[in-house]
């Protein structure tokens, strides 16, 4: 991305999407952390590129009230909007207002159709400009009216945008939603695809879409080359003996062990690189008997994780410090952030790890009713922060993950060190009792 303007007071941050705790095949949900306040006498536009301001302007067309507009931006200013999460056809936030509670916010935008996406996505293929402009985070004017050519409108009139809040107020929109909205300029003016997110399409879908339809059309316009006189290799080799190729040897039926590493100039630690061996060998014997990579889709770190977590728990043996300093340098993490991860993995693998780095805002349901149930049973009222419900005491904690379990972790008193402990319950009673809150 080219870089940004900066005004003479503010520059304005990058938005930078979460991590997602289960990656899939496709990228449609975005979630993006919330953006810090910034000092402004409210004349500053949100947003720098005319894609952005063309959001503003169907904001402000949507409204009459140019009181909860004001309002909206001072709350945006202010850092009032939490994270942002964007997926087809909707944008939702929870947005701090003059209450304890947070309201959620939420703009819905109409998705286009899949004969829409068609006629867009062949127009755009057709002009390698406009791809280029896609991949280096610009929507220029004429590809906008590239699909309004093809009958496919990408920003919005004030007509297409349909607000909702928790609150109260029943403005329209509300300041809440018009903070969100204010937010959401400078992420389209980060990134344009989050505005095709909304209108229905993934960046990864769109880009290799756009590549195909591209190659396709360069190849109609490309003039056809005269064919490659060829011969057969059954032809060509008729007439050589060729032996057969020997049977494979047999699978055994286990990995076996690597042998034993001595030091070598280099080596950080033989005992790590052994222990890195033998599970290599381990995935190839399960590559070799099953054709499935036991390890598909995880990232370096969890990988890292992975590894630290197999080691026997029975005490901190000479093979496991090695084995810790080794995957805490490689990923430039520290051996206490390894150990935290290690705990997270034994508690629940993949799931309990983003449960431990990944904060994220459930939906209304099990999460909303688990203080209820907790009060229920005599527990005292715990605070809650997106996914997190805090003891009082500082020192219990429960976090719901997206697999619908509740994962216990521990603080010493008047200290912000969480560890995961006990085993996840679906249960928030039952999660707090294996905890020892009981």
């Keep these: 991305m080219s870089p940004r303007p900066q005004s003479h007071a503010y520059a304005r941050p990058e ?3 979460v991590a997602r705790s289960r990656p899939g095949p496709d990228d449609l949900r975005r979630t993006f952390e919330a953006v810090p306040p910034r000092p402004s006498d409210g004349d500053e536009p949100f947003a720098d590129s005319w894609w952005g301001r063309a959001w503003v302007a169907a904001l402000e067309s949507l409204s009459m009230d140019e009181g909860r507009l004001s309002r909206g931006r001072t709350y945006a200013d202010s850092g009032k909007v939490a994270a942002i999460t964007v997926t087809p056809g909707r944008v939702v936030a929870y947005v701090h207002g003059s209450r304890p509670r947070p309201y959620r916010a939420e703009l819905r935008l ?14 755009v293929a057709a002009r390698p400009g406009h791809l280029a402009a896609l991949l280096a985070k610009e929507m220029p004017h004429s590809l906008v009216d590239t699909a309004a050519e093809a009958g496919v409108g990408l920003l919005p009139a004030g007509g297409d945008l349909d607000p ?56 109609r316009e490309r003039p056809t080359a005269p064919a490659t006189p060829s011969v057969p290799a059954r032809e060509a080799l008729a007439d050589r003996y060729l032996p057969p190729l020997p049977a494979p040897l047999p699978v055994l039926p286990h990995p076996g062990q690597p042998p034993s590493y001595p030091s070598l100039p280099g080596a950080r630690d033989p005992l790590a690189l052994d222990h890195l061996a033998t599970d290599a060998a381990a995935r190839a014997h399960t590559l070799l008997t099953t054709g499935l990579d036991p390890l598909a889709g995880l990232t370096s770190w969890q990988d890292a994780v992975r590894l630290a977590a197999s080691r026997p728990t029975a005490g901190l043996t000479a093979t496991t410090r090695a084995l810790y300093r080794e995957l805490a340098y490689a990923t430039g993490r520290t051996p206490t952030d390894l150990a935290r991860a290690v705990a997270a993995w034994r508690q629940g693998g993949a799931e309990g790890l983003a449960v431990l780095e ?32 805090t003891h009082p005491s500082g020192t219990l904690q429960l976090r719901f993950g997206h697999d619908g379990r509740w994962y216990g972790y521990e603080s010493e008193p008047g200290e912000d060190d969480w560890w995961p402990r006990a085993t996840p319950d679906s249960d928030p009673v039952g999660a707090l009792m294996e905890l020892g809150g009981g």
């Design 15 to 17: 938005p930078r999407p």
């Design 164 to 219: 909702g809040c928790s609150c109260p107020d029943h403005g329209w929109p509300c300041k809440h939603v018009a903070a969100l909205c204010y937010q959401m300029a400078r992420l389209l003016d980060a990134d344009p695809f989050v505005l095709l997110l909304l209108r229905g399409r993934g960046e990864r879908e769109l880009l290799e879409e756009l590549g195909r339809r591209n190659a396709a059309h360069s190849a």
């Design 358 to 389: 990944t904060p994220w805002d459930p939906p209304a349901g099990p999460f909303d009713r688990a203080r209820p149930a907790l009060a229920a049973a005599d527990f005292p009222r715990f605070h809650p922060w997106r996914n997190h419900l």
């Design 110 to 123: 109409r998705s286009l159709t899949d004969a829409d996406w068609d006629m867009f996505l062949d127009e």
